[in-house]
């Protein structure tokens, strides 16, 4: 059962520095989101991909990040000029769109740890 | 998405059944009723959903009320392994508008006790 990967699964840097994360989501999956988790909270939404579109950006996701889904495959987020702010689990989740009327269901991966010293 | 009320945390003893509720007064009559749990530093899981009709599956079961104001997750063999927050969420179907995204609040800490 191949499910969501994200890589690293851990990264710590210097303030200042960019940091890029990349999120491989379920086959044939033709939405991907991202979303963030600081200690304590619940994850908050930060973009999401209905194949390669980027169609929604959180208040959250200042211009120091970017997000790409080429090909409307693997994603990744990068982070420039990092802050300590910006520490957290930044985690991916995709699901499969189904017709109007119906839900889908997201499914995370295992996220990615970032330490900003 | 209509917001949830789910207490901060409860306790359980391994074995028995665990009962969490969750309450959304103001749920839309499309939307659904999502329930992930999160072990500690993992990624949120997903356990099940439902939207009107009781639920289960291999993991839980979803008892949604008749009024659908509020739900209840059962675990019915709690193990040390489903120490975790569990996150009720109400989520509206479809494929646009603003049902993309999950709004996570936080959840409850089920602590499964030997």
């Known amino acids: 059962d191949t499910g969501v990967s994200q890589d690293p699964r851990h990264k710590i840097t210097k303030r200042g520095q960019n940091v890029t994360f990349r999120c491989d989501p379920i086959s044939e999956h033709n939405r991907l989101y991202w979303y963030r988790q600081t200690l304590g909270q619940g994850p908050e939404f930060l973009t999401y991909f209905q194949n390669e579109a980027q169609l929604e950006k959180s208040r959250l996701l200042s211009d120091r990040f970017s997000a790409e889904r080429p090909k409307g495959s693997f994603s990744t987020l990068e982070i420039q000029r990092t802050e300590q702010g910006d520490s957290a689990m930044y985690l991916c989740?995709?699901?499969?769109?189904?017709?109007?009327?119906?839900?889908?269901?997201?499914?995370f991966g295992p996220g990615t740890r970032l330490t900003v010293l | 998405d209509a917001k949830t009320t789910q207490p901060t945390s409860m306790d359980c003893a391994e074995g028995r059944a665990a009962n969490l509720p969750c309450n959304h007064s103001t749920i839309s009559g499309n939307e659904y009723v999502y329930w992930y749990r999160q072990i500690h530093s993992q990624g949120p899981q997903y356990i099940i959903h439902g939207l009107k009709n009781n639920e289960t599956n291999e993991m839980a079961s979803l008892i949604i009320t008749e009024d659908r104001k509020s739900s209840t997750l059962i675990l019915p063999h709690a193990t040390l392994r489903d120490t975790a927050v569990y996150y009720c969420i109400v989520r509206a179907a479809g494929g646009g508008g603003s049902n993309y995204k999950l709004t996570f609040g936080k959840g409850t800490l089920l602590t499964v006790n030997p």
């Open positions: 989740a995709s699901s499969l769109r189904v017709t109007s009327g119906a839900t889908d269901t997201q499914y």
